[in-house]
């Protein structure tokens, strides 16, 4: 079979634009996430859990585990117990596909006790003192058809339990070791 040179010139137009059609698609459907990202945020800010939990897919996985929407629907009003005044802001935010990638600084007064494992299960049952903290966490998001499927955090807790005087911010004394001097 043979080619004419304008058949040539279209096969060649033609996989010189695939690329550029086909790279646009990821960038829209991470712009269409991180606006569900914040809408998710929003949610949080007014105080509706219910309908921030409702963005969570039925068999959706958090920090490792799965978890029905009802449970993220608990943890969501758990934190905000535990820390009524409970803030986060997005300092640098990363869209690819179906992934998103947030730095957040995040705060809080600990002013109730904690019902669920937010934090690891380190908040279950600590005596509220009132105090504040501020740490950086990192989250990835990924969303499928409109809906979180799968959510991880990296969290500074031990900062966040020092700052809330949970935990001291040395080691007892019976813990430490003195270092030799040579």
Do not use: C
């Not at 080619?3 to 960038?27: D, E, I």
């Not at 908040?123 to 409109?146: C, I, S, T, Y």
């Amino acid at each position: 079979m043979r080619l004419s040179v304008t058949s040539l010139r279209f096969a060649l137009a033609l996989l010189a634009v695939l690329p550029l059609a086909h790279a646009a698609a990821p960038a829209d459907e991470g712009a269409r996430n991180l606006a569900l990202l914040r809408q998710y945020g929003e949610l949080g800010r007014k105080g509706d859990y219910a309908a921030q939990a409702a963005m969570w897919a039925p068999d959706a996985i958090n920090n490792g585990r799965a978890v029905s929407v009802g449970e993220i629907r608990t943890q969501l009003e758990d934190i905000h117990r535990v820390f009524p005044d409970h803030a986060s802001t997005a300092l640098e935010t990363t869209a690819s596909g179906d992934l998103i990638i947030v730095l957040t600084r995040t705060s809080g007064t600990h002013r109730g006790v904690g019902q669920t494992d937010i934090y690891g299960g380190m908040l279950r049952g600590a005596q509220p003192l009132g105090k504040h903290f501020e740490v950086l966490r990192a989250h990835w998001w990924r969303f499928k058809d409109g809906k979180i499927v799968w959510h991880q955090v990296v969290s500074d807790d031990l900062g966040m339990m020092r700052q809330l005087g949970l935990i001291p911010d040395t080691l007892p004394a019976g813990k430490l070791v003195n270092p030799s001097r040579d």
